[in-house]
């Protein structure tokens, strides 16, 4: 994914139903996280692009000190809302590169979830490497669709809809498994000269969707919130036709993380 600020802004007007609409993250990445940089509550923790703190509540309720950056203000509004009960946890309106801690301060770990994509990739490795405490880390995680085999058939018919709307998946079709995937992130972190990579988790599920449950979702995703609105209408439509065909009127949708976590030098 290229660096693009104009999509990175569209995720603020799905303040209100991201976190619901969004899976949460495995309980295993948190605990693999933690044991791969050694931390415990209460270090210093720095999230970038927190959204409405879908990656944060885990980690507060741990008893981690949390300071989270977000660039988009109704999304800052929701983490606030969502994370009041945490003392030790602050939430700042801002954007990543342009941002600067309190003189003095620096973290254990610098993590984003889901954000990192969208950050300056001539900034983010250099800001982050400059905030970090001596041996701490940097981790990165993204929650992506994933087309294992035996994925859901339906995905091939709701495909066929992308294309013709123009909105067509890029490269062949259903692509990798999430065992094939290429880590790009591991690559980047030792390319930096910043930062060495001290482990890597892949972690894979599957959830099921009702119409009105996966449209929620879809609703969440930048080209689905930037897309022309009468394809829009169209691809949703197809997509409810879709399941009505089905006795239970539901799909299944297969995701996968991956988690690289990164040691300063």
Request: hydrophobic content about 40%; some cysteine; aromatic content about 10%.
């Amino acid at each position: 994914m290229s660096f693009d600020r104009r999509l990175s802004a569209t995720f603020d007007s799905a303040a209100a139903t991201y976190q619901d609409a969004r899976p949460d993250y495995p309980a295993e990445l948190y605990s693999d996280l933690l044991r791969i940089t050694g931390l415990t509550p209460p270090a210093h923790l720095l999230e970038v692009g927190c959204g409405p703190g879908k990656a944060t509540l885990p980690l507060a309720r741990m008893g981690f000190r949390i300071t989270a950056v977000e660039l988009g203000q109704a999304l800052a509004a929701e983490a606030r809302r969502r994370l009041a009960d945490f003392a030790g946890v602050s939430v700042i309106t801002s954007p990543f590169e342009g941002w600067q801690p309190p003189a003095g301060d620096r973290f254990d770990l610098v993590y984003a979830a889901t954000a990192w994509k969208w950050l300056d990739p001539a900034v983010k490795y250099a800001k982050a490497a400059a905030l970090l405490a001596p041996g701490g880390h940097l981790a990165v995680w993204n929650a992506e669709h994933a087309m294992p085999a035996g994925y859901d058939p339906i995905f091939d018919e709701i495909q066929e809809v992308y294309e013709e709307i123009g909105e067509g998946h890029d490269g062949p079709w259903p692509g990798p498994t999430p065992e094939e995937q290429p880590n790009p992130v591991a690559t980047e972190f030792e390319t930096s000269g910043l930062f060495t990579v001290a482990g890597t988790r892949l972690y894979v599920w599957a959830l099921r969707y009702t119409a009105d449950e996966y449209l929620a979702l879809l609703d969440t995703f930048s080209g689905h919130i930037a897309m022309e609105p009468d394809r829009r209408r169209h691809l949703y439509q197809e997509i409810r036709r879709l399941l009505a065909t089905r006795p239970d009127g539901r799909l299944t949708r297969h995701w996968y993380v991956v988690l690289t976590v990164g040691r300063r030098l």
